[in-house]
């Protein structure tokens, strides 16, 4: 326990936000100095724009491949605030649920198999921001491997069967600025668009078929006496089904100003794809034999709205099974935590299922 407790601190006291290039290459660095220490060959470093991944293989054919990140979604400065701590059984800190207890669950239960051979490691940099640099090796690995296991924090203990898919939409409306006491009907006001167009987008949601479509952020204007010119409008989207993600991204684009006046432009797409139960089924039947093998409580499934990157690895046909990281609650939020009590039996599912597929 004191030895996953002691790696968890040594990663979550070294802030990873994405797009941060220098933090992170700090983050992957320790992560491979990590790895080498547990596993004792050492990890790769991958550059890329947004900064490193950190791979790590155990030779011979591939079997199964473990996924997870090192970003977070929490600024610098964020540690000084809420440093690492580990009290009434919980640990705290910036990035400790979601998702670097996954990462220590992962590193652990690899280093207790009797043999690597077959297994590989794949932590990325950028899935709190969408995968965009690792979105293909990814998948390239997971194809290979014929397995994927996701290390994604676990759904108040539950494994993750399905997952919506998720995009996110960027609309920017332009209008026409003018001085908002002297001619104000010189303007062409793109808040007042802005809160047309809110309304609309909103409107695309189809809760019966668990389609949600949320506006979450919005700026406009540049002065209190000037007619805004420009409006940006951020929208959240999670679907179930891969036809409503056609629909969104088809009706996104074909948004129409209310003001005649007013362009406006779309960016964004459904990005992660849904990952359906079908593609865990297999995985979730393997891990619920493990466990009743280990003498650990039976796990339990369910789907969730968020993505990650096993949403990637399910739609090109790898079966995946996500959520088997670390119990506790919070992602994303400053009440994160996790029950340090539960990492070790964690461990001990994923090392154990790691080694049924390494004999499949």
Not at 146 to 156: C, I, R, T, W
Not at 326 to 347: I, K, Q
Request: hydrophobic residues 45%; aromatic residues 2%; negative net charge.
């Amino acid at each position: 326990m004191s030895e996953l407790v002691d790696d968890l601190r040594s990663l979550v006291e070294i802030e990873s936000p994405s797009h941060d290039v220098p933090a992170l290459t700090a983050s992957a660095t320790a992560l491979a100095e990590l790895i080498e220490r547990r596993l004792g060959t050492a990890a790769e470093l991958v550059d890329g724009p947004a900064g490193p991944h950190v791979v790590w293989r155990g030779g011979g054919e591939p079997r199964v491949l473990l996924v997870g990140h090192h970003d977070t979604v929490f600024p610098l400065g964020t540690l000084s605030a809420r440093p690492f701590t580990v009290a009434d059984g919980r640990a705290t800190g910036p990035g400790v649920f979601d998702m670097k207890a996954g990462l220590v669950i992962a590193i652990h239960a690899i280093a207790a198999l009797p043999d690597r051979t077959g297994v590989e490691l794949f932590v990325n940099c950028d899935e709190e921001v969408g995968s965009a640099t690792s979105r293909q090796l990814i998948e390239k690995r997971a194809a290979a491997c014929g397995a994927a296991l996701v290390l994604e924090p676990a759904a108040d203990g539950a494994l993750k069967i399905g997952r919506k898919g998720t995009g996110t939409f960027e609309v920017v409306v332009r209008g026409r600025a003018a001085h908002a006491g002297l001619e104000p009907e010189r303007g062409v006001n793109a808040l007042v668009e802005a809160a047309h167009q809110v309304l609309a987008i909103a409107a695309l949601a189809d809760p019966s078929r668990g389609t949600t479509v949320t506006p979450t952020v919005a700026h406009a204007g540049t002065a209190d006496n000037v007619v805004p010119a420009e409006a940006r409008i951020r929208v959240d989207v999670r679907v179930i089904e891969p036809a409503e993600g056609t629909r969104l991204e088809v009706a996104m684009v074909a948004l129409i100003p209310v003001d005649p006046d007013v362009t406006l432009e779309v960016f964004g797409s459904v990005g992660r794809p849904p990952m359906p139960e079908s593609a865990t089924a297999d995985l979730f039947a393997l891990a619920s034999k493990v466990a009743a093998e280990l003498g650990l409580p039976e796990p339990r499934g369910v789907a969730v709205g968020g993505g990650s990157d096993g949403n990637f690895t399910a739609a090109v046909g790898v079966p995946t099974l996500d959520g088997l990281g670390a119990t506790g609650a919070g992602a994303h939020a400053d009440h994160e935590h996790v029950l340090v009590g539960e990492l070790p039996d964690r461990v001990r599912l994923v090392s154990g299922l790691v080694h049924a597929l390494q004999h499949r």
